[in-house]
């Protein structure tokens, strides 16, 4: 089935100390999304790529980097994790056509101690 | 600034009986609107959608209705089965000009029970 994947389910990580949260997809899909979500909250856009092209929400912190090395992969780097960072991690695929729905994989859940 | 709206974070619904979840939005270049539903411990998946020229769209049991002058949609789930049980999140986007991507604005989801 094709899908999107993340990888690790849970990831616990110490303060400040770099991680990285992965995606991979077989929808072949143009975009990728990665969003934040905290406990009933909205999930929130970090950034997306289209295809190559990197697009920055303007209040993701600079402490966020990703990484797409091609079309099926996408990473998210958290440079020095604070504890407000702790949160569900998801990452989405799309076409990109006007009302593609996004298709999510099943998140990451990272706590900071 | 929270654009998509879902003002109650909670429904609880008897089987069999209608489930109706309201989302409000402020942004009037809002052009699709999408519900997606999220079970524990799954990511969000995509239900039903619905275009801004149109006023309502039908899937089987699911009905989104779109009233672009109060700016107010609604998913209507009917008859209402236990395995809906889940949290729905209604989502709208804008298409920039030019762009291809629609940006998806969510609101915080409203978690539906349904009893048996």
């Known amino acids: 089935d094709a899908m999107v994947i993340q990888n690790p389910r849970y990831q616990v990580t110490q303060f400040g100390k770099p991680v990285t949260l992965s995606c991979s997809q077989t929808?072949?899909?143009?975009?990728m999304y990665w969003y934040q979500q905290k406990s009933s909250q909205a999930p929130k856009l970090l950034f997306h790529y289209y295809d190559k092209d990197f697009n920055n929400e303007a209040d993701t912190p600079d402490n966020f980097q990703s990484r797409r090395p091609n079309t099926s992969f996408c990473f998210l780097d958290i440079r020095s994790p604070g504890l407000g960072d702790a949160a569900m991690y998801l990452c989405?695929?799309?076409?990109?056509?006007?009302?593609?729905?996004?298709?999510f994989g099943n998140g990451t859940r990272l706590t900071v101690t | 600034d929270q654009q998509v709206k879902q003002n109650s974070p909670s429904l609880s619904v008897q089987e069999g009986r209608i489930s109706i979840l309201n989302c409000d939005y402020t942004n009037s270049m809002f052009d699709y609107f999408l519900w997606y539903k999220k079970y524990p411990a799954e990511g969000p998946t995509f239900l039903i959608s619905i275009s801004s020229i149109k006023d309502k769209n039908e899937d089987g049991r699911f009905t989104v209705f779109l009233n672009k002058s109060a700016k107010h949609l609604s998913l209507h789930i009917v008859p209402s089965q236990p395995g809906d049980s889940a949290v729905y999140f209604c989502a709208a986007s804008a298409e920039r000009r030019g762009s291809t991507l629609g940006r998806l604005y969510f609101g915080r989801g409203t978690q539906l029970t349904v009893w048996p």
């Open positions: 929808l072949n899909h143009n975009v």
């Open positions: 989405a695929t799309s076409r990109g056509g006007a009302g593609s729905p996004l298709h």
